[in-house]
């Protein structure tokens, strides 16, 4: 791995770490949305040169999408929406993180 990346995900660790430390969040067990929530607002001060965006569905200007084989082996397509990105809109060539989560009691993994 390049330096760039272990500082990334250094970086990306010590956010979680201290989510992991929001009492709140142990305490109520909320959804995706609200632990998402707070995980930005770790990696958004982080990260202070790039762009965090959550629920990013763009590359560039179109709306990114997979084409890929279903359980059955026929193409699907579906939407790309990462929970988390930290990258420089604009190009591909700035993309440094892309974080997808999901509670350990969401067993939906039909299009994951």
């Known amino acids: ?15 979680i770490t201290d989510l992991f430390q929001n009492e709140h969040l142990r305490y109520a067990a909320p959804g995706e949305r609200a632990v998402m929530a707070e995980l ?33 082996g026929d193409m699907d397509e579906a939407d790309i929406v990462p929970d988390l990105i930290v990258h420089r809109v604009g190009t591909q060539d700035h993309n440094l993180l892309v974080v997808e989560a999901k509670r350990h009691t969401n067993r939906d993994f039909a299009k994951d």
């Open 40 to 72: 930005y607002v770790r990696v958004r001060e982080r990260f202070p040169e790039y762009q965090v965006n959550d629920e990013y569905d763009r590359r560039e200007r179109a709306v990114k999408d997979l084409i890929y084989p279903d359980a059955a």
């Open 1 to 15: 791995m390049t330096p760039i990346i272990i500082d990334a995900l250094q970086r990306l660790a010590e956010a």
